[in-house]
């Protein structure tokens, strides 16, 4: 299959390049970027005059495992979704239930520490399935420190995923928040061994809770020092909060004296987890300067009126998906917050996006438009128009091949030691996966909100993962399941 591109604005971050040129593809792989290209005989030639021509985006952080929510991904210019902060085990069973359904997008998972740690300290047998692992965060068995006979048996878990071709190592501490700092040491330790990244939701910071066994930005910090180890920062909008401004300034000085440190934010101001993570706890929601009000039920669209039926929510069904409000958008200093962390120097976008949850207890549909009902973080279904949208559109932050950069380039860049298929990603040179977004960079914008969370966004034009167009004239394909798996070569 050929398809060439003719007379958009292509922009390669790899290389730098940014001006009128045609692209031509053929057998999934970018053939020739150039000016006045004639077709092949045979060869689909598509008008992208006006348009944006880039790699399409790289998302590190989407736990969406799913073909609905991977077709909202796909009209928000994703090309691959990987789930790396909280990683899927067994890694084996992953990879090949995922091959089975078929999915739109190139997909990937790291090795679960939290998955891991739950087998050995509480004995729950992981199954590689989304809902199962948000129901265990809240189990207080797998929190605890380690006895020195468990910390070698759960490494030794995580080592046989790595072997198996996770893509690292996802480490949830921040839903283990009193667990030994010795601990995390050591898995950065192994990934320094194995040549693998770690990629982190930090536990509290010590302004938020004194009591802290480490303060999350600093603990990072300093293992990634000790260790050699590359170590990836999740979503450091949500865990920094209204103390931003200390955690990039530790993060840019360690960056500066030379460790593998690389920062994550999406643009919003509320997160969405599990009802019963450690941090939901009312003590904990006041530390942070919030309250039961600041959460709301994903699929029933409840907020916590009090602490009592917070305790009654999570103790009843610890694993339901809910949404936490950290930072006010409507407030103008908050809102500089939010964006603070994306305008933080080689900072990527990655989506944290969420399953979609359904009344009758689904959450996957093949049908197209998604079934009415269905809910989800809107940040499953915009985040790289949002934030294409609010940084080169609205405010002027970014131009175009920075915003490639931010959205393709750096993400893919990350997994180039562990994962060398992750080098055809990420930009346009020849050679390249044919994994292609293109825009209106007039029109591109989110369209979902928190009360509407499933419209897709608008302004991809185009996407082709593969070679294979999963969106055509604006249009999702619903026949195309292109994706296919990334999977990490560790040393």
Sequence with gaps: ??????????????????????????????????????????????????????????????????????????????????????????????????????????????????????????????????????????????????????????????????????????????????????????????AAKAGVPTYTHVRELVEVDPGTPADGSEEIVIAAAETGAAMHHCHVNSTSGHHIDRVLSALDSSRRSGSRVTVEAYPYGAGSTAIGAAFLDAERLRMKGLSPSSVVMLESGERIADAGRLRQLRNSDPGAPCILEFLDEGNPRELEMLHQALAFPDAIVASDAMPVYWPDGSNDSTEWPLPPGGTTHPRTAGTFTKTLRVMVRESGAWDWPEAFRRCAHLPARVLDD??????????????????????????????????????????????????????????????????????????
């Design 1 to 190: 299959m050929q398809t060439l591109l003719r007379g958009g604005r292509v922009i390669d971050p790899g290389t730098g390049f940014d001006g009128v040129a045609d692209v031509l593809v053929s057998d999934g792989v970018v053939r020739a970027v150039a000016a006045g290209l004639d077709a092949p005989p045979g060869c689909e030639v598509v008008d992208v005059t006006g348009l944006v021509v880039g790699p399409g985006f790289v998302d590190l952080h989407s736990h969406v495992h799913s073909i609905a929510g991977q077709r909202l991904q796909a009209m928000d210019g994703v090309t691959t979704a990987l789930d790396l902060e909280s990683g899927l085990m067994p890694i084996g069973r992953a990879y090949a239930e995922a091959a089975a359904d078929g999915r739109p997008l190139h997909y990937g998972f790291s090795a679960s520490w939290g998955g891991a740690r739950a087998q050995v300290l509480a004995g729950i047998q992981p199954d590689a399935q989304i809902g199962s692992g948000l129901a265990v965060l809240g189990n207080h068995a797998w929190q605890r420190s380690s006895t020195d006979r468990e910390l070698v048996e759960w490494l030794a878990l995580i080592e046989g995923e790595l072997a198996a071709g996770a893509l690292g190592i996802g480490v949830l501490l921040g839903y283990a928040p009193h667990s030994e700092p010795a601990e995390f040491l050591a898995v950065a330790r192994l």
């Design 418 to 491: 562990v994962a060398p298929g992750a080098r055809a990603k990420g930009h346009l040179g020849v050679g390249a996966d044919a994994d292609i977004v293109v825009l209106d960079p007039v029109a591109i914008t989110d369209c979902a909100t928190y009360f509407d969370s499933t419209r897709p966004s608008v302004g991809v034009r185009h996407l082709f993962v593969g070679g294979v167009p999963v969106v055509s004239a604006g249009e999702l394909q619903v026949d195309a399941l292109a994706g296919q798996p990334l999977r990490g070569e560790p040393r």
